[in-house]
Nanobody
């Protein structure tokens, strides 16, 4: 059993920044961690992924150059730094854990956090 708890969401003005955290407990050794988001009325979509060692990251096109995913395995925590936020970034953001070599689909992830709301105003 793996538990993931997201935090750091909130209301921010367009152009601003937020840093999300995902605290993990349980057996996550060797896993990759992903960030997904679900805007109101839409499907959950891939945002970013980071491998266990932290040396390889992947990003969805809409967030490339603006978002940065990182992890601190000693603290069992994954982060998503979000800069230059846009209203279209408004969504519930989820972290998830995967031991799969695939990365895009929600089906590639075994455990999910409860989500944290990010709202970007214009």
């Amino acid at each position: 059993q793996v538990q993931l708890v997201e935090s750091g969401g909130g209301l921010v003005q367009a152009g601003g920044s937020l840093r999300l955290s995902c605290a993990a407990s349980g057996h996550t050794f060797g896993s990759s961690m992903g960030w997904f988001r679900q805007p109101p009325g839409k499907e959950r979509e891939f945002v970013a992924r980071i491998n266990w060692g932290g040396g390889r990251t992947l990003y969805a096109d809409p967030v490339k150059g603006r978002f940065t995913v990182s992890r601190d395995n000693a603290k069992n925590t994954v982060y998503l730094q979000m800069n230059s936020l846009k209203p279209e970034d408004t969504a519930v953001y989820y972290c998830a854990v995967s031991w799969s070599s695939s990365w895009l689909s929600v089906r590639d992830y075994s455990y999910w956090g409860q989500g944290t709301q990010v709202t970007v105003s214009s």
